[in-house]
C-alpha cells in the first residue's frame, strides 16, 4: 500500500512540476515499462491526455486553467476540459450561436479537424450544411440547429462579403476576444474588457462580464478609465521606452 502511494506522489509531483509529460517520462518516474501500469495510476489521479500532437502529452486535470471554450493550451499544445478532441469540437459546435467551419475550428484548437468531424457527422453528433458556399457545422438537435441556421444566414448577409468571409462571424469573433484577452495583464484586461464594452453600447457591460468571466463591475471602472482619459500611458511603457531624448547642442 505504501509502495502505490509513493508512485501515485511521484506521478503527481512531476506533472506539478512540469505541468505535462510524455508517457517515456511518465514510465521513467515509476520506473515502469508499462504503459498499462502508467494508465492504471493516472486513472486513478484523473488525468487527461492532450488533444494535439496525437495525444501523447498528459496531465492532471486540476493542473490546466481553461479559457471560457474549455480550452487550455500549454507550449501550443492543446488540452480541453471535455476531454477528446471529438468531445471538444462537438460542445464547441453544440454551444455555438452560429454554428463552426472546418477552418474556423482550426483557427481556433489549432488542429486539422476534418477527419473528427467526418466521424462526428457519421455518428449523427453533428449535422452539416451548406451556406453560401460554405461547410457549416451545427447541432444535431433540430431546435438548436435552426437558430444556429438563421443566425449564421443572417450574420452572412449583413457583412460586406468582398471583405469579411462567412469564416469570421460570432463565434469565431467571440473566440479571438477571449484568447487575445488571455495574453493581458490585470490592467489590460479591464481596459479591454470596458473598450469592447464602450462598442457594444448599452447592455455592453454585462455582455463582455459574461464573456470574458469578469465582474460587471469590473469591465465599467475599465470603461470609465477610457472614457475619462484617466489611464497614465507612462506607465505603460517598460523602462527605458519611448523616444530617445535628444542632446542639446550647445
Known amino acids: 500500500m505504501r509502495t502505490i502511494t509513493l508512485h501515485k506522489e511521484s506521478l503527481i509531483k512531476l506533472l506539478k512540476k512540469q505541468k505535462i509529460a510524455t508517457m517515456k517520462e511518465l514510465k521513467n518516474t515509476l520506473k515502469s515499462?508499462?504503459?498499462?501500469?502508467?494508465?492504471?495510476?493516472?486513472?486513478?489521479?484523473?488525468?487527461?491526455?492532450?488533444?494535439?500532437?496525437?495525444?501523447?502529452?498528459?496531465?492532471?486535470?486540476?493542473?490546466?486553467?481553461?479559457?471560457?471554450?474549455?480550452?487550455?493550451?500549454?507550449?501550443?499544445?492543446?488540452?480541453?476540459?471535455?476531454?477528446?478532441?471529438?468531445?471538444?469540437?462537438?460542445?464547441?459546435?453544440?454551444?455555438s450561436d452560429a454554428g463552426y467551419s472546418a477552418l474556423a475550428l482550426k483557427k481556433l484548437l489549432k488542429v486539422?479537424?476534418?477527419?473528427?468531424?467526418?466521424?462526428?457527422i457519421k455518428s449523427k453528433s453533428i449535422i452539416r450544411k451548406k451556406i453560401d458556399g460554405n461547410y457549416i457545422y451545427f447541432s444535431s438537435f433540430k431546435n438548436e440547429r435552426e437558430s444556429q441556421e438563421q443566425s449564421r444566414k443572417r450574420m452572412v448577409s449583413d457583412f460586406d462579403l468582398g471583405k469579411i468571409t462567412p469564416d469570421v462571424l460570432i463565434n469565431e469573433v467571440k473566440a479571438s476576444i477571449i484568447l487575445f484577452f488571455c495574453t493581458l495583464n490585470e490592467k489590460q484586461k479591464r481596459q479591454y474588457a470596458g473598450l469592447e464594452s464602450i462598442k457594444l453600447g448599452n447592455g455592453g457591460d454585462r455582455v463582455i462580464s459574461e464573456l470574458l468571466g469578469l465582474n460587471k463591475k469590473t469591465v465599467t471602472k475599465g470603461k470609465n478609465e477610457l472614457l475619462n482619459n484617466s489611464i497614465n500611458i507612462d506607465t505603460i511603457r517598460s523602462p527605458g521606452g519611448g523616444r530617445k531624448k535628444k542632446k542639446k547642442k550647445w
Open 33 to 95: 515499462k508499462s504503459s498499462m501500469t502508467v494508465f492504471r495510476k493516472l486513472k486513478e489521479l484523473n488525468y487527461l491526455s492532450s488533444c494535439s500532437n496525437s495525444g501523447k502529452y498528459y496531465t492532471l486535470r486540476n493542473i490546466p486553467s481553461f479559457d471560457q471554450l474549455g480550452l487550455w493550451f500549454y507550449k501550443s499544445i492543446l488540452f480541453s476540459s471535455y476531454g477528446s478532441l471529438a468531445e471538444t469540437i462537438r460542445n464547441l459546435i453544440e454551444k
Open 112 to 120: 486539422t479537424p476534418n477527419e473528427v468531424l467526418l466521424k462526428l
